[in-house]
T-cell receptor, first 113, second 115 residues
Framework: NAGVTQTPKFQVLKTGQSMTLQCAQD?????MYWYRQDPGMGLRLIYY???????DKGEVPNGYNVSRLNKREFSLRLESAAPSQTSVYFC????????????FGQGTRLTVV | AQTVTQSQPEMSVQEAETVTLSCTYD???????LFWYKQPPSRQMILVIR??????QNATENRFSVNFQKAAKSFSLKISDSQLGDAAMYFC????????????FGQGTELSVKP
């Protein structure tokens, strides 16, 4: 059981380039999330999808777009990367319900130069 | 909006000793969840312990326990008999009952364990 899989694990981009971070889960979870982790700031929510076909902004959505391709997959796109988007990105998923926990992917370290 | 604050950027503990990591939060809600996550150098986020706000009893998981003070909005993590493998970044997190399962994280506390 793979859980939550993110690709790639590492990426270096030049300013202005675009890229898509991929996330897939095999636990049949309804909800999926994208967070970014920066030193001294913990993890902050970028976007989330409560169910297939819906997406909502989180705390720091500017500069990002997302697609909930199907129930398994939730991608994060940077249209024009900026150095401020240098971060570690985490995807998470969770079965909707009160007493359920989130499962995280292993993270993507993105550097924008 | 809810906030979570971890005021200790770094902590250190001697192997086999006990250490307490602090967390405070702010919310106007009465029902919510609180979590402690561990992030070792591998970057993997690992759930350590969970507390439901309506439960007065403090949660425990083996060597890990919490001191949940709802009125004071405090949620500290105690690690007993510290082991070298406990060295990691620890995050406190809040989750509302009704906001899509979003987690609000504190800034993190880097714990080192001295042999």
């Amino acid at each position: 059981n793979a859980g939550v899989t993110q690709t790639p694990k590492f990426q270096v981009l030049k300013t202005g380039q675009s890229m898509t971070l991929q996330c897939a889960q095999d636990m049949n979870h309804n909800s999926m999330y994208w967070y970014r982790q920066d030193p001294g700031m913990g993890l902050r929510l970028i976007y989330y999808s409560a169910s297939e076909g819906t997406t909502d902004k989180g705390e720091v959505p500017n500069g990002y777009n997302v697609s909930r391709l199907n129930k398994r997959e939730f991608s994060l796109r940077l249209e024009s990367a900026a150095p401020s988007q240098t971060s570690v990105y985490f995807c998470a998923s969770r079965m909707t319900g009160m007493n359920t926990e989130a499962f995280f992917g292993q993270g993507t370290r993105l550097t924008v130069v | 909006a809810q906030t979570v604050t971890q005021s200790q950027p770094e902590m250190s503990v001697q192997e086999a000793e006990t250490v307490t990591l602090s967390c405070t939060y702010d919310t106007s809600e009465s029902d919510y969840y609180l979590f402690w996550y561990k992030q070792p150098p591998s970057r993997q986020m690992i759930l350590v312990i969970r507390q439901e706000a309506y439960k007065q009893q403090n949660a425990t998981e083996n060597r890990f326990s919490v001191n949940f003070q709802k009125a004071a909005k405090s949620f500290s993590l105690k690690i007993s008999d510290s082991q070298l493998g406990d060295a990691a970044m620890y995050f406190c997190a809040y989750r509302s009952y009704n906001q899509g399962g979003k987690l609000i994280f504190g800034q993190g506390t880097e714990l080192s364990v001295k042999p």
